[in-house]
């Protein structure tokens, strides 16, 4: 079936370091999704890639969409405090209604 | 507009009853969608929407049933519930399936001891 990976599972950084999760995907897929979960909360919508080598980018986060549309990765330039979470990718197929969650990375930003 | 409400938070069942998760919308949403979210995974599609009337089975259905008599309310029924069972379930709803954001519930933590 169709699987979305995303690495890392974990991530620990300094505040002010950078951060990058990855997503890769098994088949092609059609569009994109980065979610934001905060501890105890539920997932809140962040953007939606769609083209081929798209890069999005809100203040300091930027997002990417790989030229195959197989890959999708989020980087967080300086984190803060405010970005503790856990970011989920999700992926649509072509053929599908339904979009497929990566396992997500919580992150953690240490004052 | 509330968005989308589910009801309980929180609930424990003991094995082998049965209950029904509440979800509610008020953007007026075409599809709507159940996950469950297991602790240090992704969320998983139970089922799904595209409008009243119409219901299609996602990645995990087994041990779950849904019905949409209307555009605001998908709840999802639990027969018998299983240890496996146990998780958060979270409802969420968009305007069209292929492009746009979901909008998420509070979420509802079942227990099944």
């Known amino acids: 079936g169709q699987q979305v990976m995303q690495i890392p599972q974990y991530q620990h950084v300094q505040e002010g370091e950078d951060f990058t999760t990855y997503c890769n995907s098994s088949t092609t897929l059609s569009n994109i999704q980065w979610y934001k979960q905060r501890p105890g909360g539920h997932p809140v919508f962040l953007i939606q890639l769609v083209k081929s080598g798209e890069v999005k980018k809100q203040k300091r986060l930027t997002f990417q969409f790989g030229e195959a549309k197989k890959n999708s990765s989020l980087h967080i330039t300086a984190t803060q405090t405010t970005d503790v979470g856990t970011y989920f990718c999700a992926g649509r197929v072509n053929t599908g209604n339904q979009f497929y969650f990566g396992t997500g990375t919580s992150l953690t930003v240490i004052p | 507009n509330a968005g989308v409400t589910q009801t309980p938070k929180f609930r424990i069942l003991k094995i082998g009853q049965s209950m029904t998760l509440q979800c509610t919308q008020d953007?007026?949403?075409?599809?709507m969608y159940w996950y469950r979210q297991d602790p240090g995974m992704g969320l998983k599609l139970i089922y799904y929407?595209?409008?009243?009337?119409?219901?299609d089975k996602g990645e995990v259905p087994n041990g779950y049933n849904v019905s949409r008599s209307t555009t605001e309310d998908f709840p999802l029924r639990l027969e018998l519930a299983a240890p496996s069972q146990t998780s958060v379930y979270f409802c969420a709803s968009s305007l069209v399936a292929r492009g746009d954001e979901q909008f998420f519930g509070p979420g509802t933590r079942l227990t099944v001891l």
């Open positions: 953007m007026n949403h075409n599809y």
């Open positions: 929407s595209v409008g009243a009337g119409i219901t």
